[in-house]
Structure formats: C-alpha cells, structure tokens
C-alpha cells in the first residue's frame, strides 16, 4: 500500500512538472510574438506607403545576386522601364478604346486586329514590370500613375471611323518606337539584358506600325499619302 502511494505520488509529480514546463513555454512565445508585433507593424508601414518603384533591404548574399553593377546603373534601367510600363498599358488601354469604337466598312478586321495588339501591349507591360523587379524595385502601374506620367498623347472619346482610329494609332505608337529606341541605345552598355528584350520589343512595334499604315495606302499607289513618310525624314514617292 505504501509503494502504491508513493508511485501515485510520483506520477502525479511528474506530470505537475510536464505542465510547468509546457505553462512556462507558452509564456514564453507568447511574449516573444507581443515583443514581435510592434516591429512587424513598423516594417509594414515602412513598406506601405504608397511609394513608387521603392527599394527593399535585403541581406548581403540577395543583395549581391541583383544583375547590373550598382545602384547607378539600376537606377537608370529603373527609370527607363518605369516608364515604359507606364507607356505600354497607355497603348494597351488606347487600342482597346478603339477595338470598342471602331466604325466604318474595315470593322470587322480591324476590330479584331485592335484586340490583339491590346493583348500584345498587354502582355509587353507585364514582361518589362517584371524586370524592374529584376532589378530590386518595385513597379507602379496605377490607373493614376498611368494618367500622370505617360507620355502617349490622350486618344479622343466616343465613335472613330476606321480611317481615323488607323491615323490617331500610328501617331501615338510612333511616339512610343521613338522611346523604345531610345532606350535601346542608353541600356546597350549598362544594361545589355534590357537593351536585347527592348530590341525584340522594337521588332513588334516595328511590325504593328508598318501595318497600320498599308491599311491607309491607296490601291495602287506608291505611298505618297502614308503618315509616316514626313515623320520618318523620308523624301515622299512621287506618283
């Protein structure tokens, strides 16, 4: 009888002890996440401040695996691509208002020509959005963003004929295969990645202008009357 006691006893200590032990552990976490939470809160207002294109800070080893040189040179490919983004979803939004609106004896072809450049403007935004990350930086693409900086001038409200929509479309995409070039030749040295990608893209627009403007060349004519020849510095083909 008295051994029984003493084990009942002992068991009984021991899980006393066991439930010490777990008490003093949840405690302890307990108050290890409260001490936490005021510096997690504190990073998540550091890092959601609405700020554009805004730079992490990363341990060493991730820091020393971002491409380019330095900062300098981040930097310039950061403002550059911002920008483009920005410009690229102008387009995207421009050829969707005029695979809307479209009117005229060319809307069926056009209509659904317009929706696929809208998707392939698309498409161009995400890929070079993605390289800023590349770089470090967060990107902004905001409706506000877009409004404020673009460079694409505005596309006009409400029905456009067909005829129309084509000249209003190879102004404003000119505008942008002056940019792309551009970057083509600042990124070269720096930025050789991003420079190559805006190549490719310079190929696409190439492509998307050439033909928007034979939609507006006379059958059987020499293209005296396409948009570009003055804009290009091309002497016009006298008939």
Request: proline share 4%.
């Amino acid at each position: 009888m008295g051994k029984q006691r003493f084990f009942a006893v002992a068991v009984v200590g021991v899980a006393l002890s066991a439930f010490g032990l777990v008490l003093t552990r949840t405690t302890g976490l307990a108050q290890s996440g409260s001490d936490d939470k005021p510096s997690a809160r504190a990073s998540s207002k550091e890092n959601g401040d609405g700020k554009s294109n805004e730079q992490l800070s990363q341990p060493k080893l991730i820091e020393h695996s971002y491409p380019l040189a330095g900062d300098q040179e981040r930097g310039k490919s950061l403002r550059l691509l911002q920008q483009l983004t920005v410009d690229l979803l102008a387009i995207d939004n421009i050829y969707k208002e005029a695979h809307w609106n479209l009117s005229g004896p060319l809307y069926l072809q056009l209509h659904e020509y317009y929706d696929q450049q809208a998707t392939f403007y698309h498409k161009q935004a995400d890929d070079f959005a993605e390289r800023v990350l590349h770089l470090g930086y967060s990107v902004d693409g905001r409706y506000a963003t877009i409004a404020r900086t673009t460079t694409i001038p505005e596309f006009p409200a409400g029905y456009l004929t067909d005829n129309v929509s084509l000249r209003l479309l190879v102004d404003r995409v000119t505008v942008l295969q002056k940019e792309i070039y551009k970057g083509i030749r600042e990124t070269e040295q720096s930025d050789p990645p991003t420079s190559n990608r805006l190549q490719d893209l310079a190929f696409g627009v190439d492509k998307n202008l050439w033909q928007l403007r034979i939609h507006l060349q006379e059958p059987g004519g020499l293209g005296a009357n396409l948009p570009w020849s003055s804009q290009q510095g091309h002497a016009r083909v006298k008939k």
